[in-house]
Structure formats: C-alpha cells, structure tokens
C-alpha cells in the first residue's frame, strides 16, 4: 500500500512568486492534516481536512496560505506571495476516521515532506 | 494549552552505548504521546505511543520510552545504539486530534 506522497520534493521561488504545495493521503483516509518546519523551530500543526472540509485552521499563519482539498482526495496547500519567512519543510499526513471514540488511534502517517526555499 | 519539551538539541553518543533522549510535557488532561523519528531525507515515522495501560512501551527498532506522570515526562531509550540510528527523535502529543511537537533531538553515532 502506498504512503502518502508529496510533491514536489523541494522547491526554491523568489520572493513575491506563487508556490503550490500537493499531497497524496493514503487511500480511504478521510483524514488529512498539513503541518511546518520553519528553520530551528518545531513542526507545527497548520490544518486538518476531514474529507474536504476544513476541520481546523487554527494554525494556518496567515491569508497567504490557502488550502484546498477538493474531492476529499489529495490536497494542496497555496502560499501566494510567498515570503522569506515561510521557508521551511512542509509535512501531510494523514488518518483513517476511526470516529470520536477512536481518539488518540487515528495514527497519523506521515508523508517525506515539501522543502521550501524563498530567496 | 499542552506543550512538550526536549531539553537536548544535539545527542552524541559511541556505537553500542545506552542512550536517553529526554521529553517532558505539559498537559491539564488526559495524555497522549508519541515519539516519531525522521531518518535523513525521510518523512516522520512513528516509532512508539503511550495511550494509556503500562507506562513502558516498547517500540521499533529496540528502542522504548517510559511514561511518568508525576514528573511529566516520557524520556526515550535504547540500551544499545547503531550507526542506523541516526537521525532526528521528535517527541509530541495529541491534543485534539492534532499533533504538537517538541523541538527535535538530533542522534549522533559516533563510530
């Protein structure tokens, strides 16, 4: 069975310019969750889709980013104009919806990433 | 709000030796932590829980971690390391239905 997938594996745009990040869940996980590595910081939570809903967007930084997850299959994750500050690696993952009861059992799986590089 | 940290940035450490990486956590509520490792150009894997039960757990690789409530903490161990082990040890937990991190603890074998 295939992981999930992200692509592209890295990406380096000036300053200004558009990037769109996609990722891949696994197949029949409803659930899909986007988070960031930002230089010498933490991973942090940005997102998370049930199907293609939005869940929770608590962490998205600010209007600048934009994520879509049409179809409730793959998603992708807009930063547009970029900026200095959003360099960093870019994770999804994704769960299968085991329900409220499921809780802490929705293991998330994680994809390799998305380097972003802004010049 | 729930937050977790890990004191050492960097972990060196000879092949074949015993190595503690530390966690500490904070949370008003029930918890739920795990540890994740990323090996280079690799994405997070998972490499234990801790939901609730025994308070030591046993993961992949040999490695296990211990759960303790009255000092918040949940420190990752291995009795014996290999070169294989390199890589970044992430501990986090779940607060709902997102995963918050540490920092990252960096592991190097040195031969």
């Known amino acids: 069975e295939a992981g999930v997938t992200q692509f592209p594996s890295h990406s380096v745009i000036e300053k200004g310019q558009t990037v769109t990040l996609r990722c891949d869940p696994i197949?029949?996980?409803?659930?899909l969750y986007w988070y960031r590595r930002v230089m010498g910081k933490e991973i942090k939570f940005l997102l998370h889709?049930?199907?293609?809903?939005?869940?929770?967007e608590s962490g998205m930084p600010n209007n600048r980013f934009l994520a879509e997850r049409t179809g409730g299959t793959y998603s992708t994750l807009k930063v547009q104009p970029a900026e200095l500050e959003d360099s960093g690696v870019y994770f999804c993952?994704?769960?299968?919806?085991?329900?409220?009861?499921?809780?802490?059992?929705?293991?998330?799986?994680f994809g390799p990433g998305t380097r972003l590089t802004v010049l | 709000a729930q937050s977790v940290t890990q004191l050492d940035s960097q972990v060196p450490v000879f092949e074949e030796a015993p190595v503690e990486l530390r966690c500490n956590y904070s949370?008003?509520?029930?918890?739920?932590l795990f540890w994740y490792v990323q090996y280079p150009n690799q994405g997070l894997q998972l490499l234990l829980k801790y939901l609730s039960g025994s308070t030591l757990v046993k993961g992949i690789n040999g490695f296990e971690a211990e759960f303790n409530k009255s000092q918040t903490s949940f420190h990752l161990r291995k009795p014996s390391v290999h070169i294989s082990d390199t890589a970044e040890y992430f501990c986090?937990?779940?607060?709902?239905?997102?995963?918050?991190f540490g920092k990252g603890t960096r592991l190097h074998i040195l031969p």
């Open positions: 949370s008003s509520v029930s918890v739920y």
């Open positions: 993952a994704s769960s299968q919806d085991l329900g409220l009861a499921g809780g802490p059992l929705n293991e998330q799986f």
């Open positions: 197949s029949g996980h409803d659930n």
């Open positions: 986090a937990v779940m607060s709902h239905r997102k995963i918050i």
């Open positions: 889709f049930v199907k293609e809903s939005k869940q929770d």
